[in-house]
């Protein structure tokens, strides 16, 4: 299914999702004109050179960040923190997030978004919340006259996703084709998105555990859409 003018201005949005599997589903998407595309990996190539000198963390530029790891201090490299104090080790690491979250906001023209579900089936309603967010984002597109195309980590096995594009009606789409499914580990601007959603999720879920970054979302992107429940 083709958009209609294909002339028009192209935006790229990054997306992936959160929640805690069972009763919360988020996603929340990365906004970015191709004109900004560029610009938007190389601030975020700046953002890892930076993790990789800091003394405290030593997080190599080619590792994957994962916000959930990060927020833990865990995994592979996170442990490499030269911190001699646990409790100030797992602060360097939570902090990666919001170093992350500021480097999103400092890139021109970004488009943040989050929607979120409150479900008692969440095989139904992840799709289902999925299918409103591209709705969502056609509407945005349309608005500002432009085209986009979907980029979501996965390895293209969810075909329900696949099924929310290729439900968009022809007439008024904006959304290019399917959904264009890569490992995050393999595309610096998914793992922003992870940032992204794992931050919104903490902000309406409220666990005690992760009270420090509740208003990381709100503060670092007050003119966010969202994140609204639908």
Not at 70 to 82: E, N, Q
Not at 84 to 99: G, N, S
Not at 146 to 172: F, M, N, Q, Y
Request: charged share 25%; glycine share 8%; proline share 4%.
């Amino acid at each position: 299914m083709a958009a209609e003018n294909s002339a028009a201005p192209l935006r790229l949005y990054f997306v992936d999702d959160g929640g805690d599997a069972r009763t919360t589903a988020c996603f929340a998407s990365l906004g970015i004109d191709l004109a900004h595309a560029d610009a938007a990996a190389q601030r975020w190539r700046e953002f890892r050179d930076e993790l990789d000198a800091d003394a405290r963390l030593e997080i190599p530029v080619e590792s994957s960040l994962h916000a959930v790891k990060l927020a833990g201090a865990r995994g592979r490299h996170v442990h490499r923190s030269r911190s001699t104090d646990r409790v100030m080790h797992r602060q360097h690491c939570q902090e990666v997030i919001l170093r992350g979250l500021r480097t999103i906001a400092a890139i021109p023209g970004t488009r943040v978004r989050a929607v979120y579900r409150e479900t008692e089936n969440y095989g139904r309603d992840r799709p289902a919340l999925y299918a409103a967010l591209l709705q969502q984002l056609n509407l945005e597109l349309a608005t500002s006259g432009a085209h986009g195309v979907v980029i979501i980590d996965g390895d293209g096995t969810e075909g329900a996703l696949r099924r929310a594009h290729r439900a968009l009606p022809d007439e008024g789409r904006h959304i290019i084709g399917d959904p264009v499914f890569r490992p995050a580990r393999d595309l610096d601007l998914l793992q922003a998105a992870d940032m992204l959603v794992y931050s919104a999720y903490q902000s309406i879920a409220k666990r005690q555990s992760r009270a420090f970054m509740w208003h990381w979302f709100g503060a670092t992107f007050p003119g966010a859409h969202g994140p609204s429940a639908v």
